[in-house]
């Protein structure tokens, strides 16, 4: 009786992706991601299929739609048109450069090796934080002034924030 080959390859010296599990089509890929906060905090972190699918309670055929697996310079020859997509607790945005799932509280940029893609990370930082900031400041406004009104002033969400940036974003590389 054959065994079963166990593929399990660490970070190359590029840092392409690492692959665990079996070599029978059971294999976790790990995406390289960066995560920006609701309050403009940056890290760079590994996520897998898995962590994906549970995050934002997504379907495998709506990461197929984002196109982690398909490298930028292909995207156009092999269809992918760009999208914003709303699906489960998230907004999937596949547009030019930028592939995100974004989160009420979090948001997850893929191909972060691109520098339009990381400046434009750097410029959203200080939007998120500066809207954080606005936010905080209106709660302790807000705790003064509780006696006298009581309606509470509607901020933007932090999705629709990250999306007006990256529409944003395009819109200015093409001026």
């Known amino acids: 009786m054959r065994s079963c080959n166990i593929l399990r390859r660490t970070a190359t010296a590029t840092g392409g992706p ?7 089509g059971t294999a976790d890929k790990i995406y390289g991601a960066v995560r920006i906060l609701q309050d403009g905090s940056l890290e760079n972190i590994e996520l897998t299929k898995s962590d994906l699918l549970a995050k934002g309670q997504l379907h495998m055929r709506d ?19 760009p999208q914003i997509l709303q699906r489960g ?26 520098s339009t893609v990381r400046s434009a990370l750097h410029r959203l930082k200080g939007v998120v934080r500066l809207r954080h900031q606005d936010e905080l400041a209106q ?37």
């Open 139 to 175: 709660q302790q406004e807000q705790q003064e002034q509780e006696q006298q009104q009581q309606q509470q002033q509607d901020s933007t969400p932090f999705e629709l924030v990250v999306v007006e940036h990256i529409l944003d974003e395009l819109c200015s590389g093409y001026n």
């Open 18 to 24: 690492r692959w665990y599990g079996s070599s029978h």
């Open 63 to 81: 990461l197929l739609q984002l196109g982690l697996d398909v490298p930028f310079a292909l995207r156009h020859t092999n269809r992918l048109p």
């Open 89 to 114: 607790d998230c907004i999937l945005a596949l547009m030019g450069p930028f592939q995100a799932i974004i989160l009420d509280d979090e948001a997850f940029f893929f191909g972060s090796e691109r």
